[in-house]
Structure formats: C-alpha cells, structure tokens
C-alpha cells in the first residue's frame, strides 16, 4: 500500500503563506487525493482534492486562498496556502479521497494572530 510523509509545515503570521508537500511511496497518477486536516477538538476535514483529471474543489474555508497541485512524476501532492488565518491552525495530512491509505504522521500549520 502506498505510504506518505507530509512536510512543509510550520509557525507563520496571519497573511503569510506556507507550500505543504506530500510525498508518496508509490504512484498516484491515477489517484484522486487531497488534503485534510486536524484542528485541536475538531474532527479531520477535506481542505482540497484534486482528481486523477488534475481537477480540483476546495472546501469554502480554502476558496481562493488555498491551490491543490501534482507531479506525478515525483508521486508528489502539494498545497499552497496563502493568506493564512488563525483559524488555518492545524495538523495537516494528505490522503487519498477518500482516505483509504494508511494516515501519515501529518505536518502541523500553527498561524499567530
């Protein structure tokens, strides 16, 4: 079964921007795979998913501010995040849609107000 390591993650001001990455063990050409992620005392959420088609939706939250991307090539997934808002804080983990793989250990996004 394919694994993945998510990076990227980190401490930023509200406004800054972070590019998570995800790393695949396998191929995920023909995949649909996303992002979803973990605020403290909240259930997972999808953020992003992008289809084997290179199609992409974005939960309301992420609209306009958040671009899911993918090189197959390198079976790697990102997500840009720009404009970054407290309320982004989170773990963050990439999977596929829905996640069926096993969960990587995530890449943790904290946002100071």
């Known amino acids: 079964q394919v694994q993945v390591v998510e990076s990227g993650g980190g401490l930023v001001q509200a406004g800054g921007s972070l590019r998570l990455s995800c790393a695949a063990s396998g191929s995920i050409f023909s995949i649909d795979m996303g992002w979803y992620r973990q605020a403290p005392g909240k259930q997972r959420e999808l953020v992003a998913r992008i289809n084997s088609a290179d199609s992409t939706t974005y939960a309301n939250s992420a609209k306009g501010r958040f671009t899911i991307s993918r090189d197959n090539a390198k079976n790697t997934l990102y997500l840009q995040m720009n404009s970054l808002r407290p309320e982004d804080t989170a773990v963050y983990y990439c999977?596929?849609?829905?996640?069926?793989?096993?969960w990587g250990q995530g890449t943790q996004v904290t946002v100071s107000s």
């Open positions: 999977n596929a849609v829905p996640g069926y793989m096993n």
